[in-house]
């Protein structure tokens, strides 16, 4: 079993950053790829991001580069660094892994979700 708890949402104006955090807990590998879908009041979740056990990521088109994901395998966290923010990046995001390994981008390729953290940007 799994358990994944992200942190770091909070509310900020439009063009601050924010660093999402998700720490993963229970079974031990490094073969999984991990990834953060965000999802905003009235809409489908959306694909934000993924990255594989390699350390090879994918992005969604509205990324644009003002997003970067990361792992850090020994502490067993994956972070999400938004900068320039906009009122419509305003959702709840969630962070995902998948057994997989490589890289995801379909909500239906994740084993495990975590409970989300939510981010509001004002403008």
């Known amino acids: 079993q799994v358990q994944l708890v992200e942190s770091g949402g909070g509310l900020v104006q439009a063009g601050d950053s924010l660093r999402l955090s998700c720490a993963k807990s229970?079974?031990?590998?490094?073969?999984?790829?991990m990834g953060w879908f965000r999802q905003a009041p009235g809409k489908e979740r959306e694909f934000v991001a993924t990255i594989s056990g390699g350390g090879s990521t994918y992005y969604g088109e509205f990324v644009k580069d003002r997003f970067t994901i990361s792992r850090d395998n020994a502490k067993n966290t994956v972070y999400l660094q938004m900068n320039s923010l906009k009122p419509e990046d305003t959702a709840v995001y969630y962070c995902?892994?998948?057994?997989?390994?490589?890289?995801?981008?379909?909500?239906?390729?994740?084993?495990?979700w975590g409970q989300g953290t939510q981010v509001t940007v004002s403008s």
């Open positions: 995902a892994l998948s057994w997989r390994g490589s890289l995801a981008q379909r909500a239906d390729m994740y084993n495990y």
């Open positions: 229970g079974r031990s590998s490094d073969n999984y790829a």
